[in-house]
């Protein structure tokens, strides 16, 4: 049997009123629920360098915004094609009922990458979604930070770690949405028996935000606009391998789940990564 223990945090550290709740399943028999109010710790890391020229008002961050860090890979789409090293998905997503990626469904226009979900003919009129992952790059230890936004509820969206050998879990996801405008998550998966930990961040998806990811083999660190949200600490909980990362829509229409009654686009102005200095 699973055991549930659930922290929900209020907090104003990121601009406004948020909520966030934490979640670990463990084996075992009891649940457990409390609460309590704190502030977030005052960090600041990467969200961009202001650029009104910018689809989201900001440019990516410096060679250097990271403290012992140095950037590795910037991409601020800028073109008209989906960039060398990303692969664009088709076919059935797995776990997802009657999901469907779609090739078309990804674009790059405006400079912006735009996921896109829409009622497509040349699927049966059936909902289709976009998603690729950065496939032509890995990384074993790295920093994140991906500027993107959603124009509205349906289907899960994701920015996520995948295991470069497709071995999973392990995953890191730092930004997924569950098919709502208001709340997302980041959740780590772990261990053959697939151990779960979730956060919970209760927050504007319509507007722009930089999503940050600090992975070392100590911690795993989750930014929005520059604040914590969350961190795991514990070595055996983090992955230890080299990963990709993924962005991607999914719809499970054919069960009354995260579907969409409007198209949808998850948003991307850019990506910046960085890796450790040595």
């Given at each position: 049997m699973i055991a549930v223990t659930t922290i929900a945090v209020a907090s104003a550290a990121i601009g406004s009123l948020l909520t966030l709740m934490l979640t670990s399943r463990f084996n075992a028999g009891v649940t457990t629920t409390f609460a309590v109010t704190t502030s977030l710790p005052p960090i600041t890391y990467p969200v961009g360098v202001p650029d009104v020229r910018e689809p989201s008002g900001m440019a990516p961050p410096g060679s250097?915004?990271?403290?012992?860090?140095?950037?590795?890979?910037v991409n601020d789409f800028t073109g008209t094609t989906v960039p060398a090293g990303w692969n664009v998905f088709y076919g059935i997503p797995a776990g997802a009922p009657g999901g469907q990626f779609g090739l078309a469904h990804v674009v790059v226009a405006g400079g912006e990458l735009q996921l896109n979900t829409w009622r497509d003919p040349a699927y049966h009129g059936n909902w289709v979604t976009g998603g690729?992952?950065?496939?032509g790059l890995f990384h074993l230890y790295a920093a994140y930070f991906v500027r993107s936004r959603s124009t509205g509820a349906g289907p899960n969206e994701a920015q996520l770690l995948?295991?470069?050998?497709?071995?999973?879990?392990?995953e890191i996801d730092f930004n997924e949405s569950g098919g709502s405008n208001f709340v997302t998550t980041w959740t780590m998966h772990f261990g053959a028996a697939n151990h779960i930990i979730q956060q919970r961040l209760r927050i504007n998806l319509r507007a722009w935000h930089t999503w940050g990811i600090i992975w070392t083999a100590n911690a795993v660190t989750f930014t929005v606009d520059?604040?914590?949200?969350?961190?795991?600490?514990?070595?055996?909980?983090?992955?230890?391998?080299?990963m990709r990362m993924d962005f991607e829509q999914r719809t499970e229409c054919a069960i009354h789940q995260q579907c969409p009654a409007a198209p949808v686009s998850m948003l991307v102005d850019w990506v910046a990564e960085y890796s450790p200095d040595r």
């Open positions: 250097n915004a990271l403290a012992g860090y140095s950037r590795s890979y690729l992952c950065q496939c995948w295991p470069a050998n497709d071995q999973w879990p392990p520059g604040d914590v949200w969350g961190t795991v600490s514990d070595p055996s909980q983090i992955p230890h391998m080299a």
